[in-house]
């Protein structure tokens, strides 16, 4: 443990009790059926976590398998109160005696976030929420990124526009290190059917512009962070739209920004048009939504596709980028297939307007888009549940 205090050692001991339950009840319960395979739910982040819940709800089904939720000390909320729920730490892991043994019943790992440790013997799975292939982390930490990827069997991925990216990644990573990739699978996208579907159930007003930012650390000389309270006061003085700001998860954790979202918060909060949505579910700020504004977030693509509503690209820096590598990628090939591009904060209530007006002719291009991206639309828990049955058998 790297600070040994009166919380972490509450936390290791949480881990060590509830890692020896696992072990009582896998054992107890493989003894009455030997065909019977486990399953491990891990929940490390708090996000979006109900499509996850509705693929575990489903695996529940067969008679033939038994299914854990994990979470750890920064996550409990929705998963707590869940059955065969437990608070690990996997981290701590390498501290327990015989956890290796402990967890051997466990047969395949999942999770929606790249985790860095796993039980010994299980298959690894990661569900990528990636659903194009904008840069997932910067430059100088993507090399971790991808040897933690290494201990994966399998990644189960939204499009063929995500596999192609990971395989060219994974290509490259691997080669020079010698090493298995894992399997790439298109299983469709879950957050995507799950976020339509409830969507068709909430008749909220669109009255609202959203404003959704990917990390604000993350590739600093293209997002939006550095002009984001300009484009608020402007939005806020010069339409009658109301503004909501839902911040990307991670600036809300320590591994974020959460002073600069406490600085924006603070700055408009006695403003009757501004909101901010510092929820886990996005579900009522895109139903409220006219259309969103974001930089280079896979939210873009997710909103768009489940809402049929348009985007607004902010690219502060679109000129350098047109010229890097970063043009090739789908992602920003897609923008004007589902919106508008807005190079600098002057332009944007010109490209307001413009949205408004566009609406309709844009739904209609973001429904072929979708058919044309997305390959097991609405089909995407039948698929994920098929392929984890596929690799469990």
Request: aromatic fraction near 14%; charge should be positive.
């Amino acid at each position: 443990m790297k600070y040994l205090n009166i919380q972490n050692i509450k936390i290791y001991l949480l881990t060590f009790i509830n890692i020896l339950k696992i072990y009582f009840i896998t054992n107890n319960k493989f003894k009455n059926n030997k065909k019977l395979r486990f399953v491990l739910f891990y929940f490390p982040v708090q996000v979006y976590q109900e499509n996850i819940l509705e693929l575990a709800k489903k695996l529940k089904q067969n008679k033939n398998i038994y299914v854990f939720l994990v979470y750890n000390r920064y996550l409990s909320s929705g998963i707590a109160n869940q059955k065969n729920s437990f608070l690990l730490n996997l981290e701590y892991l390498r501290f327990i005696p015989f956890s290796n043994i402990l967890l051997q019943k466990i047969h395949i790992f999942i999770s929606n976030y790249v985790a860095y440790v796993f039980p010994t013997k299980s298959k690894n799975i990661y569900i990528s929420h990636n659903i194009m292939d904008a840069p997932l982390v910067n430059k100088e930490i993507e090399n971790k990124l991808f040897s933690h990827l290494s201990k994966l069997d399998y990644i189960f991925l939204p499009s063929d526009i995500a596999i192609k990216y990971f395989k060219k990644k994974l290509i490259y990573f691997f080669r020079i290190r010698n090493r298995k990739t894992p399997e790439l699978i298109n299983t469709g996208y879950l957050k995507l059917d799950h976020v339509k579907k409830k969507l068709n159930f909430l008749k909220n007003k669109k009255d609202s512009i959203l404003i959704a930012p990917t990390v604000s650390s993350q590739m600093k000389e293209f997002n939006i962070s550095h002009d984001l309270i300009k484009i608020i006061k402007i939005l806020l003085k010069n339409t009658k739209e109301k503004i909501i700001y839902r911040p990307h998860p991670l600036d809300l954790t320590k591994k974020g920004n959460i002073n600069f979202i406490k600085k924006i918060v603070n700055i408009f909060k006695n403003n009757k048009d501004f909101s901010a949505d510092l929820s886990k579910s996005y579900l009522n700020s895109y139903s409220r939504a006219k259309f969103l504004i974001t930089d280079f977030s896979s939210t873009a693509y997710t909103f768009s596709y489940s809402a049929l509503c348009p985007v607004l690209f902010y690219s502060k820096n679109e000129k350098k980028l047109s010229k890097s590598k970063l043009a090739s990628l789908i992602y920003f090939q897609d923008r004007l297939k589902v919106g508008y591009v807005l190079k600098n904060v002057n332009q944007i209530l010109l490209k307001v307007q413009k949205l408004n007006i566009m609406k309709s002719k844009f739904k209609k291009r973001i429904i072929n888009l979708r058919k044309k991206r997305i390959k097991y639309l609405d089909k995407s828990l039948k698929k994920t549940h098929d392929e984890i049955l596929n690799i469990i058998e």
